[in-house]
């Protein structure tokens, strides 16, 4: 019987293994290879230029304008006109400049009426137009 309490002391003993100096050589080894380790070289975008190729002219496209102010009276390039004869000094400017754009440009305050009418007459002549209506301040 002794033979078997001897036995079941030494199991007890075997049970008390301390484990805190195996946790402090794990902690220094992962240190140690977090402050060696390669990481991945990660590239960015590459943002640099091209060289510069000659800058290629672009031809100068002439331009009608057309303004409605807020009393709703209309100019054409600047220059007052009827509102019956728009169609007819637009006609003659684009005998001037063939390629030209028409641009209709109209104050915040007038009404749509004069607009209206003068995109429904390039419509007509088969004129395009960049229209534009300002923005009250």
């Known amino acids: 019987m002794s033979f078997a309490r001897t036995r079941k002391f030494r199991r007890s003993d075997d049970a008390d293994v301390d484990m805190t100096p ?6 220094i080894m992962l240190i140690f290879f977090i402050v060696t380790a ?8 590459d943002f640099s230029q091209a060289p510069a190729d000659p800058p290629v002219p672009t031809p100068i496209i002439p331009a009608i304008s057309i303004y409605v ?21 637009v006609e003659r400017l684009m005998a001037d400049k063939p390629n030209a754009v028409i ?35």
């Open 22 to 27: 195996m946790l402090d050589i794990v902690f």
């Open 38 to 45: 390669t990481f991945l070289d990660e590239t960015g975008l």
């Open 69 to 89: 102010d807020a009393k709703n009276a209309v100019s054409i390039d600047n220059e007052a006109a009827e509102l019956s004869s728009v169609a007819s000094r």
């Open 103 to 137: 641009s209709l440009r109209a104050d915040a305050q007038a009404s749509l009426e004069p607009v209206v009418y003068i995109k429904d007459q390039m419509v007509l002549a088969g004129r395009e137009m960049v229209m534009k209506i300002d923005r009250p301040n």
